[in-house]
């Protein structure tokens, strides 16, 4: 079991998620959401209500000495999937806020905590964060956004801020804003107050999705800031202050992706239980739950393993940031496109009605979309993974895998402990082969390692939860939709694909990237194939979870 001590007691997040489950169904009933979203409008107030005396929710994310709750990694994940079920564009204005507080959490001064964060906890202050710009999304070292000394009696008094940024959330309604920008020292973190001179924002953008959240540019022009809002009181230390929280910020987007991913299956689930075809409910049929909702509810919760593995992680307060970084890239990677993957699939399953707009489901597909996109797309988790871990093989001499596969070794084999380490051990031979051959000169070869590594860790993650539930040992925090036997069935699916995915799909890269006639790497292919026995009984297995019956032998298909 892993201890999430630190930040809320159980019962108190217990009361916050309930009193947010209350807030919401009050001021965002589906019919304003629909509205709401037709309109392309952010609720500006009912945000604001979110973050002030009538619910409170900002409260988890402010340390205890600054007015607020103190709450932990772990309490933030609960706290952000329940706000992405309700709406995640409403979940996005509201985690900008925090988002934009980051840098000044991680390298204020204390006196500039006090103020900053104060403000939130005490005011409702909302924050943004304006690091992106339009030619620097994901290398944010290509920032162009200027930060001038302004000079008064031979000592720095103030800067002038120049420059644009793009794609900010909350960017015209926030209060306060981060700004990034390229001081003499480096690049450095400023606070901008809403009505300085000089600083405006663009009109809100019209987006595919999250309608409900506030995007907009933002625009610098020769905007003077006192010395005192320079975030830690020194130049340089910008970008190593926003690598310091991209674990944390990270798990939070995945949290997104869960709740996004439940929220469309939840429809599904329901839609499927009433609807009658061909003498029969939808949900009695193997053809529908085993392709359009028990995949995908396999594969959030695959996902939420490694979240709550990482979020106890940040929570220890043991682990280098790059650890962290490498883990938050994980559990946003997997989670973010199982929800998103959830969301299309759910669309499916209800048919024609999926894709009209009173059935909600073409909505949440269109803003779970982002969380593939925003805080480090897809394609860049995949490369932070792909390399991180390649150092570990190299460092280890190929024993990272091998070695975390033995670890397994102690879990029960119900819970998919022994298809988890065969995908590990077959991971380490992909890697090596990759070694041998020189592979990841191809870009490509390794960002798909970058997918292949986060699906075999995710199998080990899941296989340690699935254990945990089994012995009644989970964290008294964690999410408990499932039952232990239900939770062991769901990771011996995961742990089945991951191991076959690793294998076949690591094979064609390896082959693929070698001249042809080359000799390949060989794989246990035999094994992986025997280990999918068993694999339609758990398919049933989930479904009966899924549906709240009684197991049965088989399925009518």
Known sequence: M???????????????????????ATALPESRLLELDHEDTCPEETVRAMCGDELGVHLVFVPEEYGGLGGGAFDAYRVCERLARADIGVATSVFATFLGSDPILVGATPEQRKEWLGRIAEQGTMFAYGATEPEAGSDLSALTTTATPV?????????????????????????????????????????????????????????????????????????????????????????????????????????????GGWSALD??????????????PLAAKQGYTHKLIVP?????????????????????????????????????????ESGNAAAEAAIQALGGYGFTRPYQVEKIKRDVRITTIYEGTSEILEMTIARDRWQQHLK????????????????????????????????????????????????????????????????????????????????????????PDAMAAISRVFAREAALKVAEEGLRWVTGALPAGSATTALPLDQVRAVQAGLIADLDRVADAIYGRAPTQEMPS
Request: glycine share 10%; net charge negative; with cysteine.
């Open 2 to 24: 892993t201890d999430t001590t630190t930040g809320l007691d159980p019962d108190t997040l217990a009361m916050m998620l309930s009193s947010l489950d209350e807030f919401v």
């Open 151 to 259: 000079e008064n009696g031979g000592r720095i008094t103030a800067y002038r801020l120049n420059g644009r940024k793009q794609w900010i959330s909350n960017g015209s309604i926030a209060d306060v804003t981060t700004i990034l920008a390229l001081a003499p020292g480096g690049p450095s973190w400023f606070v901008v107050e809403r009505g300085t001179p000089g600083f405006s924002a663009a009109p809100p953008e019209d987006k595919h999705g999250i309608r409900l959240s506030n995007t907009a540019a933002l625009f610098l022009d020769d905007v003077e800031v006192p010395v005192e809002h320079l975030v830690g009181r020194v130049e340089g230390r910008g970008l190593q202050q926003a690598q310091q929280v991209f674990g944390y910020t990270r798990v939070m987007v995945a949290a997104f992706g869960l709740g």
């Open 267 to 280: 429809r599904a689930i329901a839609y499927s239980r009433e609807r009658v075809q061909a003498g029969g």
């Open 296 to 336: 995908h509810v396999v594969r959030l919760e695959a996902a939420r393993a490694f979240v709550e593995h990482t979020a106890a992680l940040i929570d220890a307060g043991e682990s280098p940031v790059s650890t962290l970084n490498t883990a938050g890239a994980i559990a946003k990677y997997l989670a973010t």
């Open 396 to 483: 280890t001499h190929g024993e990272h895998y091998r070695a975390a596969a033995r670890e397994l070794a102690g879990l029960p084999a119900d819970c998919g402990a022994p298809a988890a380490a065969l995908a590990l051990d077959c991971l380490a031979a992909v890697l090596e082969a990759c070694r041998a051959g020189r592979l990841t000169r191809h870009q490509h070869v390794l960002l798909r390692l970058g997918e292949l590594i986060a699906y075999a860790e995710s199998a080990a993650a899941l296989a340690g939860r699935a254990a945990d539930a089994v012995a009644a040992s989970l964290p008294p925090k964690a999410d408990r939709r499932f039952t």
